[in-house]
């Protein structure tokens, strides 16, 4: 990468100014930032001049990801994509089809630092932020590779969202215009391990997204020994940081539970959890929500899932003490859906 303007990152008001300093009318902005949410590259920009798109051409780049591998389920149609970038990094994506519209599970760093061991995706560090427009490209590159819409984001692919607070902001934004892909804030989901400095940031934005928290754990001991961002940030206050968010939004919060057999899937987990949560929330009329999930066997993790009937166990017992719980459907299993298995086999 080199100092040319990452043009698939800037706001319509950005490229106004743009357009200024080239002595170009400001309404060739919109044209521009339309195109670009196409994923149009500046040659296959014919409604404006040739003089203009080469000049962009010299001052600009398009980082937009491209395919370098496809793997679809033969089971449910789920698409998992090794997005490539401009430097050779590579990231994930999966495509998942719901009868209420197309999901993209989106990545926004190149690994992550966070060290979660049940994860894959944090298996060998983080190597460097995404940009805005390489999230953005994620979803770009899918809907140009199926000819179908992406309708509803979840950003809970490989990589923090929260330690990219920025570029995930900018996304955010640029995602949600009604001049470009004109996804709904309200159709988007952002997960974090509880990177709790970034969800008070995240709550003065008041975006109407969903904010999903990794908790995976009942109490302080069990999470700091899987999840070391707990050594930090304590679930006390993690949950503290939860029950503010929801008092500025006035969005549900979901906590995700992956079920780590032998770890922390017994019902005396469960019963802990609903007690926490519950308490937690105690004077909040927040509506709480624990999707499950049954962990993805990696093999440097050594952690291994339960059987679906101890899964359906811990599930009831939540919504016996009024914890509303669901088990999340595995969707590509025959593709390895699950972040940071193919980038992970590719660098190999």
């Given at each position: ?12 008001e ?9 002595g ?12 670009l949410?196409?994923?149009a590259?500046?040659d ?6 040739k003089?203009?798109?080469?000049r962009?051409?010299?001052i ?7 395919v ?6 033969k089971?449910d149609?789920?698409?998992?994509y090794?997005?490539s970038?401009i ?5 994930e994506?999966?495509?998942?089809r719901?009868n209420?519209?197309?999901t993209l599970?989106v990545s ?10 049940f ?7 983080r190597?460097?932020d995404?940009t805005?427009?390489?999230i ?13 819409r992406?309708s509803?984001?979840?950003?809970m692919g490989?990589g923090e ?10 996304f ?12 709904g804030?309200r ?5 974090t ?17 969903t ?18 961002v707990n050594?930090?940030?304590g ?14 939004t ?7 539970y ?7 899937d ?11 949560l ?5 004077e909040s ?5 624990v ?5 993805n ?6 952690f291994?899932?339960g ?6 166990r811990f ?13 999340r459907?595995?969707l590509?299993?025959?593709?390895n ?9 590719k660098?190999?």
């Open positions: 990468m080199d100092n040319k303007i990452d043009i698939l990152s800037l706001y319509p950005e490229i106004e100014e743009l357009m200024g300093r080239l170009e009318p400001k309404y060739r902005a919109m044209q521009i930032f339309a195109f949410s196409k994923g590259s500046l296959e920009m014919t409604n404006i001049s003089k203009l798109r080469e962009l051409s010299q600009c780049e398009m980082r937009l990801p491209k370098e591998e496809k793997l679809v389920s089971i149609g789920t698409v998992k090794l997005f970038l430097d050779g990094e590579c990231v994506s999966v495509l998942m719901y209420h519209g197309n599970c926004s760093q190149v690994g992550c630092r966070m060290g979660c061991r994860c894959a995706s944090t298996i060998g560090g190597v460097r995404l805005a427009s390489e953005l490209g994620q979803i770009i590159a899918a809907e140009r590779d199926t000819g179908e992406v509803n984001v979840v950003m490989i969202p929260l330690d990219n607070f920025d570029n995930t902001v900018r955010l934004r640029l995602v949600n215009h009604e001049k470009g892909l004109n996804i804030y159709h988007i989901s952002l997960s391990c509880g990177v709790v400095d970034g969800i008070y940031r995240l709550a003065e934005l008041e975006f109407p997204i904010l999903s928290i990794s908790l995976h754990a009942s109490n302080d001991e069990k999470r700091s020994e899987i999840m070391p050594n930090k940030w679930i006390n206050d993690l949950l503290t940081a939860c029950v503010d968010y929801y008092a500025k006035g969005r549900r919060i979901s906590f995700e992956t079920l780590i057999s032998g770890k922390n017994t019902p005396e987990d469960a019963r802990e959890l609903a007690s926490l519950r308490n937690a929330f105690a009329d927040a509506p709480v929500h999707n499950l999930i049954r962990v066997e990696v093999s440097e993790t050594g291994s899932r059987s679906r009937e101890s899964v359906d599930a009831d017992i939540l919504n016996r003490m009024g914890v509303t719980a669901t088990v459907r595995r590509g299993a025959d593709v859906a699950a972040c940071g298995q193919l980038r992970r086999a660098r190999q």
